[in-house]
Every structure is written in C-alpha cells, then in structure tokens.
C-alpha cells in the first residue's frame, strides 16, 4: 500500500473540530497558516492516520476527519515511527 494524504483540516479556534479545506500553506517553525495550532511551540502540525478512524468505527462511532483535532488525516503511514 502506498502513503498518502488522503484530508487536510484547520480551525480558527483550538478546542473545536478542524473543517475540511482543499490545501493549506506550510510555514517552517510555525505550522499551517491560519490554523490555531500553529505558531512557536510543540504542536504546530497534528497527523492522523485514517486507520485510527476505521478502529472508532468498530466501535460504533462514524466521526468525520478532523474530530480528533489533525490537521493532516493520512493512510498507510506508521505515524509512530516518524521522526517530529
């Protein structure tokens, strides 16, 4: 299977449920332009694999990209493994 972005996602205010969008600008040491995550500390970019969203939904709940808070939503990645 090969990786892919399969959603990205931001929000204008943290604490809410990212909002699908069809591309976001990336700045180095910053994050997503107008997400609210981005700016001068850990979390500036969150990524998601869609895998996690399957294992909800045997769980019976059916949530939309961008619930969990990830600005990046992917597929066939190991997440964990990745270097920040």
């Given at each position: 299977?090969?990786?892919?972005?399969?959603?990205?996602?931001?929000?204008?205010?943290?604490?809410?449920?990212?909002?699908?969008?069809?591309?976001?600008?990336?700045?180095?040491?910053?994050?997503?332009?107008?997400?609210?995550?981005?700016?001068?500390?850990?979390?500036?970019?969150?990524?998601?694999?869609?895998?996690?969203?399957?294992k909800?939904?045997?769980?019976?709940?059916?949530?939309?990209?961008?619930?969990?808070?990830?600005?990046?939503?992917?597929?066939?990645?190991?997440l964990?493994?990745?270097?920040?």
């Amino acid at each position: 299977m090969m990786a892919e972005v399969i959603g990205v996602n931001v929000s204008l205010k943290k604490g809410v449920v990212k909002k699908p969008v069809k591309e976001v600008t990336c700045k180095i040491n910053h994050g997503i332009i107008g997400d609210a995550h981005a700016g001068d500390w850990h979390r500036q970019i969150s990524l998601l694999g869609i895998e996690s969203y399957n294992k909800m939904k045997e769980f019976g709940l059916d949530l939309k990209q961008g619930a969990f808070a990830e600005n990046i939503t992917t597929k066939g990645i190991v997440l964990y493994e990745l270097p920040i």
